[in-house]
């Protein structure tokens, strides 16, 4: 069993910043891809950026203000959000794509944390 704890969201003016993280716990043998998606009330989940075998995919929404990093010591993804705008505001969640000890292949989400843009 593997856990995801997102920790990071709250409120911000616009033109803020923040930074949200998530570290993954339990059965894990490697861990193939990491990342962030979002969903804003009324709207479908969407894929903010994701990080696999060192390349990071971007949200065009979001390039050049958000950024993915990961610690894999620390089995720990981040998401640096700057110049953040109204629209940014949403649920954001974490997501994993791990082999687990077992040796089979696991996609796990975390539980969501909310990011409010607002002046």
Known sequence: QVQLVESGGGLVQPGGSLRLSCAASGSIFSINAMG???QAPGKE???VGITSGGNT???DSVKGRFT???DNAK???YLQMNSLKPEDTASYYC???LRGGDGLRY???GQGTQVTVSS
């Open 57 to 59: 995919d971007y949200a």
């Open 36 to 38: 962030w998606y979002r």
């Open 68 to 70: 993915i990093s990961r």
């Open 95 to 97: 997501r994993t794509v």
């Open 45 to 47: 989940r969407e894929l």
């Open 107 to 109: 996609d796990y989400w």
């Open 75 to 77: 089995n720990t993804v």
